[in-house]
């Protein structure tokens, strides 16, 4: 049973069905702008973004989360996530000119045919209608996604963390500004400024108002959303990506996309957690992986027999402890990398199909057959061949940029960039055809 | 906030387990299944519900549940979607042979692209997993059911309603010796026999094993479904269908549009249930339509401007009466239509936005601009031109079979057939491309 959770106020039941029902006014004429329209917003916005006076404005209330976020204890890599610059608001102001120059979804015809009764049928795209964006300390996620939202003809209604509370106010600001200086609904975007848990519960209960509830944050977030949500939700889980060596591997391939895999940028769901070794090629493998990674710091996680084949002393900056059963589907987010020798290919496609979260999996291989079954039988938002795992993203498979990427499977399974914001509905056009 | 709801005792939490978790371990060797294994498997099925011994035992099974239902005071309706006889097996046998010549989606790659860097992107259609279909009366969905879901891809767990378990036990003892005499998985298709409602609430909270859960029956098992789901749920709802006579519309095809959409099968989710008209042509088609439905026995449910405009004596069969404003926005699954006269086409666009249900929306005119305003702006799975709201469905729309028509915005929207039934993952090829 879904838990009973803490009982809401009438006044916060009713603060979000206003929220909604605003929102859901405004989706209906923001579903019919055209292309320029929204644009002309988002360019306006791009513009407030880089404005000396309202990049100071902003700078200070973001100095009054920083403060606040270090007084309560915040980790630094918390800080630096909270942390906004004139450099990071440029590149703000940038994503939203990249989000201009990407193709508007809505509208756009991605099927036709022709009926043997000679009516016709379009699959048209259109937008979801109301999106709820629950996110936690980084602030940019309040631009990014009122700009994907915006561009894709949906209304939003963001609802940020209390830790980056000041900054994400100033951001709205901005957007409110954007919207009434180009003549578009104000309540297109709307800001929540409630840190309350009742307030949220409220907002997830509003089925007929919100049509997509998107968490993006922590596990514990997303689990609290998904057990008191009334409305969709699309997760952007956790990423708990393998690499498979097969037997038949460039090992030199290997080693390079181990490397980036892993150490490229270890806090992001697209990094490798975990690297699978055939046994046939494990002896030659892991003393030059050893040697690869040590001066990154890595700490491998590893079974006797992987252990067995390294070189000792260990070459220096490089940490090996043994693997807890828990060590295996677990995203570490750091430099950890669990590894694990197995005797075939389809024993590696057992491993990940129990210990997968659905998200990133690669084969490194010489031998196409190899490859094309490990494509075909992983069940994955992304699975690669010769690839590092960190492509899994909308920008890099050229999407445009994204909203996350959801290792839900209904609706969208991996980046959600604009297309993934709306979605189809059949047009249907006649000359008076009656069904018999 | 979710309702409590009744606890679910340990058995049948752990019945709930152990059956989504055999649905998952069946889903993966399904998931890699050729078209012919599929196809083999269909057609021992269609082979066994059209012999004569078989038919015999699913008919004794059909007579129990029947005569248990009118001991029970099922109506009319109702018992006739419970009724099996020889025909209907046939038909039945022959919805199968019909999915067995449509094509699979498994594997199809709907888009391929380069990137600048040199590897290559697919977008490949690999099946849900494992679906859920919760289902009331109607035993022939335990057969049409079962095959979309294995020609899909998809191990499927049924839960038909309790007026039907007799029969549909023996339906899903024909589907097990289907699967069993062409070596496919057992539990791939799982029959659930347990009414107790504890059982569905235990299974709707399985969302590390069950990906999709579709309710398909009346208005109270789908939000029982909704409220309790942590599952994702596409709702199969109701279709509050309208129909626009604009002030340029052929009026003759207008009638001939009326009748079709609410006297060809009054009890259908795209049947008719509320006509716009607007009001420089009400006077010349109300009479018109007061004759043409008269003789279908149908009830018009007025306003009073409306009323002054119809003939007096009515014509024989027509019963009219007045609208309350529950009749706008109501599904009626009956001979009785819901009328309002309004001043314009944007009147029209308030009204279905108010009231409609996103099912089924079809404007009649001669106006290609007054068209193309109402099919961008509705938002509706089937947004229709002088064609019937009974085109909304999988056969009229060539998707081939369906099973069902979703009215939830998210993964499907409109007739749900193959393809809705499968998700797409990216495919990417490389030769040892890493992220820099």
């Known amino acids: 049973m879904n838990a009973p959770g803490p009982a809401i106020s009438p006044e916060l039941l009713a603060h979000a069905q206003r929220l909604s029902l605003a929102a859901k006014q405004a989706a209906r004429p923001l579903s019919a702008l055209s292309s320029d329209q929204k644009n002309a917003a988002l360019s306006a916005l791009a513009e407030l973004l880089t404005d000396p006076a309202h990049v100071q404005r902003v700078l200070s209330e973001n100095a009054r989360d920083l403060e606040a976020g270090a007084q309560a204890g915040l980790s630094a890599a918390l800080l630096d996530r909270l942390r906004l610059d004139a450099g990071r608001l440029r590149s703000l102001a940038q994503a939203v000119r990249d989000i201009i120059a990407l193709p508007d979804p809505v ?168 690297l699978l070794v055939h046994r046939d090629v494990a002896a030659q493998l892991l003393p030059q992986l050893a040697c690869r990674v040590a001066p990154h710091g890595v700490e491998l996680r590893v079974e006797d027999d992987a252990r067995a084949l390294l070189p000792s002393p260990l070459p220096t900056g490089l940490r090996v402890t043994s693997a807890k059963p828990t060590d295996f589907g677990r995203e570490f987010l750091d430099l950890t990398l669990a590894v694990r020798i197995v005797p075939s290919l389809a024993s590696a496609l057992d491993h990940i199909a129990q210990f997968g979260s659905l998200h990133t999996e690669v084969i490194v291989t010489q031998d196409a057959a190899h490859a094309q079954r490990f494509q075909r039988e992983v069940c994955a938002s992304f699975v690669g061949w010769n690839v590092s795992t960190r492509f899994n993203d909308g920008g890099e498979l050229g999407l445009g940029a994204e909203v996350g990427i959801s290792t839900s499977k209904l609706h969208a399974f991996g980046p959600m960039g604009l297309r993934e914001l709306c979605t189809t509905k059949f047009v249907v056009t006649g000359s008076g055809h009656v069904r018999t």
Chains 1, 2 share one sequence.
């Open 107 to 274: 509208g756009e015809i991605v099927e036709t045919w022709q009926r043997p009764r000679g009516f016709s049928v379009q699959r048209t795209r259109i937008p979801l209608g109301v999106l709820l964006l629950i996110y936690e300390a980084r602030p940019n996620v309040t631009i990014d996604a009122a700009a994907l939202s915006l561009k894709s003809g949906n209304a939003v209604i963001l609802r940020g963390g209390k830790e980056a509370r000041h900054s994400n106010l100033a951001l709205a600001t901005l957007l409110q500004q954007a919207l009434k200086a180009t003549g578009l609904p104000p309540d297109a975007c709307l800001f929540v400024d409630n840190p309350d848990r009742g307030l949220l519960l409220a907002l997830l209960q509003q089925s007929g108002a919100i049509d997509l509830c998107i968490p993006r944050g922590g596990e514990a977030l997303i689990r609290f959303v998904v057990e008191h949500a009334r409305i969709p939700v699309v997760q952007h889980y956790q990423g708990v990506c393998h690499l498979f060596v097969d037997e038949r591997a460039d090992l030199a391939m290997a080693l390079d996309l181990i490397e980036n895999g892993k150490c490229s940028r270890p806090a992001v769901c697209n990094a490798l957690e975990c």
